[in-house]
């Protein structure tokens, strides 16, 4: 492919992507004011989730974002511009959905521009915390060779940050530093999930078998 031709498959790419995103704003509009009648009433579904699922065969998490725009759009028409230019992205309506407001529409709105899911997440969590969340701290030896053996894994959870303190991790409390050749393997399997500005909830797996 030579530089001309490049530019002009990037060229039809980027008209593409442009009709995407007004497709998916039309049909977020149409879905906006379908809800708003009740349509999926008449068709005996108990909600307009059940009618995307069921009747559209949406998988849930493609309808549960769907929904929640749907919703955000009956309140604050204003989102949908946004939604066709691509500044807010589908994926980053139910964190925008939790901290919304009439008040704040004005300047809430633009911290969501161009975000990523995660982002998106932690902006929500700094602007509405998670009220006195749990906190543990857990201290484990694991033994590489039990994790390089062991096909069984069970999944914890565990809270890091301190009320009005900086977050650490159990690696920083551990007087002995964790084996640098297991950090590969516990990577893919960890989570983590904002609650406060500074309090985070990591899920990772790990095995349940000890040497």
Same mark, same amino acid.
């Given at each position: 492919?030579?530089?001309?031709?490049?530019?002009? &498959?990037?060229?039809?790419?980027?008209?593409?992507?442009?009709?995407?995103?007004?497709?998916?704003?039309?049909?977020?509009?149409?879905?906006?004011?379908?809800?708003?009648?009740?349509?999926?009433?008449? *068709? %005996?579904?108990?909600?307009? &989730?059940?009618?995307?699922?069921?009747?559209? %065969?949406?998988?849930?998490?493609?309808? &549960?974002?769907? &929904?929640?725009?749907?919703?955000?759009?009956?309140?604050?028409?204003?989102? !949908?511009? /946004?939604?066709?230019?691509?500044?807010?992205?589908?994926?980053?309506?139910?964190?925008?959905?939790?901290?919304?407001?009439?008040?704040?529409?004005?300047?809430?709105?633009?911290?969501?521009?161009? *975000?990523?899911?995660?982002?998106?997440?932690?902006?929500?969590?700094?602007?509405?915390?998670?009220?006195?969340? /749990?906190?543990? @701290?857990?201290?484990?030896?694991?033994?590489?060779?039990?994790?390089?053996?062991?096909?069984?894994?069970?999944?914890? @959870?565990?809270?890091?940050?301190?009320?009005?303190?900086?977050?650490?991790?159990?690696?920083?409390?551990?007087?002995?530093?964790?084996?640098?050749?297991?950090?590969?393997?516990?990577?893919?399997?960890?989570?983590?999930?904002?609650? @406060?500005?500074?309090?985070?909830? !990591?899920?990772?797996? !790990?095995?349940?078998?000890?040497?």
């Amino acid at each position: 492919m030579d530089t001309t031709e490049s530019r002009t &498959f990037a060229a039809r790419l980027a008209d593409l992507l442009k009709n995407e995103r007004h497709a998916m704003a039309d049909f977020l509009v149409a879905l906006a004011e379908y809800d708003r009648r009740r349509g999926w009433i008449e *068709l %005996g579904y108990s909600s307009l &989730f059940a009618f995307l699922t069921d009747r559209l %065969g949406l998988s849930k998490a493609a309808a &549960f974002f769907r &929904f929640k725009a749907a919703e955000l759009i009956q309140r604050y028409p204003e989102i !949908v511009e /946004p939604l066709r230019d691509g500044r807010v992205c589908i994926t980053t309506m139910a964190s925008l959905a939790r901290v919304l407001t009439p008040e704040n529409r004005a300047t809430v709105l633009p911290r969501f521009f161009h *975000l990523s899911k995660q982002e998106a997440k932690l902006i929500a969590a700094e602007l509405l915390p998670v009220a006195n969340p /749990p906190r543990r @701290t857990v201290i484990t030896t694991v033994h590489a060779a039990s994790v390089a053996r062991a096909p069984e894994t069970t999944s914890q @959870t565990v809270f890091l940050g301190e009320p009005n303190g900086p977050e650490r991790s159990p690696a920083a409390a551990s007087p002995t530093p964790p084996d640098p050749v297991l950090a590969p393997e516990l990577a893919p399997a960890m989570r983590v999930e904002p609650l @406060t500005a500074t309090v985070r909830r !990591v899920h990772l797996t !790990v095995s349940c078998r000890v040497s």
